[in-house]
């Protein structure tokens, strides 16, 4: 029950919600400022208050891989982590994964591999596999089988989900060189 002070009552004990909070993100290369609640979720907040709906909320328990975002570089399960707790980091979603009008190497291999079925994953994967990629962490068919598997694809397509990865992994290594 609300009272006319906004203050929430349960029975005859007064609780206040706590105050929103002003934090700043750099999102796709962007500072953004948002002003949160303390229990909001970086998913929510990307989806909700920023419009960028490519990560998706899948399982909402960090069992599935499909909200994962870059944040400095690393993968993370955004419906795991509150955003308040990034305040001043670097994010990266899928949105900000190409330059410009040039894909990604990861996202033009699951193109060529046809390494989705439905799409819904997608976002999740091509997250993880940029952000192992860029760490150095994949070198063979097993490390992107044991460090992807916290991303499910529902479909099934991941013998071409692999391939795709291979292929970028071995683009990466080649331009590197």
């Not at 598997?149 to 291979?166: D, F, K, L, Q």
Request: with cysteine.
């Amino acid at each position: 029950m609300n009272n006319k002070s906004g203050v929430e009552t349960a029975g005859n004990v007064s609780t206040s919600l706590p105050p929103k909070s002003w934090i700043t993100l750099k999102i796709n290369g962007a500072e953004r400022h948002l002003e949160i609640a303390p229990w909001t979720i970086l998913l929510d907040a990307l989806r909700n208050l920023l419009d960028l709906t490519g990560t998706k909320k899948g399982c909402d328990h960090g069992q599935c891989g499909a909200c994962t975002v870059l944040i400095d570089g690393k993968p993370i399960n955004s419906c795991l982590t509150l955003a308040i707790m990034h305040d001043g980091a670097e994010v990266t979603t899928i949105e900000g994964i190409a330059k410009g009008d040039a894909l990604h190497p990861v996202q033009q291999a699951f193109i060529e591999h046809d390494a989705f079925q439905c799409g819904y994953c997608t976002p999740g994967q091509i997250c993880s596999a940029v952000g192992l990629l860029n760490a150095g962490k994949l070198r063979t068919p097993d490390d992107i089988r044991e460090l992807m598997s916290g991303n499910i694809c529902r479909c099934g397509a991941y013998p071409n989900i692999v391939a795709a990865i291979e292929q970028a992994m071995q683009s990466e290594g080649s331009a590197a060189q």
